[in-house]
């Protein structure tokens, strides 16, 4: 039996959900399709395998919303998969509502100036922290993206609804005019990666 790596999952409740590329397939427990392909013979590597992991899902995304899992999540046969579907049903499905319709968008601060003093940079990231608290009231959720790495000031990633991008944008540039010491870089839409956690337990 040939492991399976999966993808993502896709509501197809109302239609059938092609596969993103040749090879892979979409296993069905109700209204749910699970996407996955055949699992690669070497242990997943970032550097290597995350472009088209990505590239995938993105091709997924553009029919629909997606709950995407973790690369390189493999399950050993499609009854181990379809089981774990079953079993995870209502927290799969409650879990791809909640990304219906919604995006994700990072934004990273920085200083407009790399030549700033210690203390200037201090300041600059308490305007930084002031400029995210404000561009949160537009977001659904939002998630801290780590401890950034000079001269990133600070990452983070925003779930929003799709119908309100441009709006958002819109909000960055606002930050950005009011703060002329500091520089947003927004990136985006991107499936909301960092706003869904896989309960794995089979």
């Not at 790596?5 to 296993?27: C, K, Q, R, T």
């Not at 940079?121 to 009231?137: C, F, G, M, Q």
């Not at 401890?147 to 540039?173: G, H, I, N, Y």
Request: hydrophobic letters at 45%; charged letters at 20%.
């Amino acid at each position: 039996m040939t492991p399976l790596e999966l993808l993502g999952l896709m509501s197809v409740a109302h239609n059938d959900v092609a596969p993103p590329a040749p090879g892979s397939l979409v296993i069905r427990v109700r209204d749910l399709g699970a996407v996955a392909r055949p699992a690669p013979a070497v242990a997943y590597d970032p550097d290597v395998d995350t472009g088209e992991y990505e590239q995938l899902l993105e091709t997924l995304f553009t029919r629909g919303a997606v709950f995407p899992a973790p690369p390189g999540l493999v399950f050993r046969t499609l009854d181990t998969l379809r089981a774990w579907m079953e079993q995870n049903y209502v927290g799969l499905a409650e879990g791809l509502a909640f990304v219906s319709g919604r995006c994700e968008a990072r934004v990273h601060v920085r200083p407009a100036s790399y030549t700033m003093t210690s203390d200037e940079i201090e300041a600059a990231k308490l305007e930084a922290i002031d400029a995210i608290r404000t561009l949160r009231h537009g977001a659904v959720a939002t998630v801290t993206l780590g401890e950034p790495t000079p001269p990133v000031l600070v990452s983070v990633a925003f779930l929003l609804k799709a119908s309100e991008w441009s709006t958002f944008s819109d909000s960055v540039l606002e930050q950005e005019q009011r703060y002329t010491e500091l520089r947003f870089e927004q990136t985006g839409p991107w499936i909301p990666h960092d706003f869904v956690r896989l309960d794995l337990g089979v």
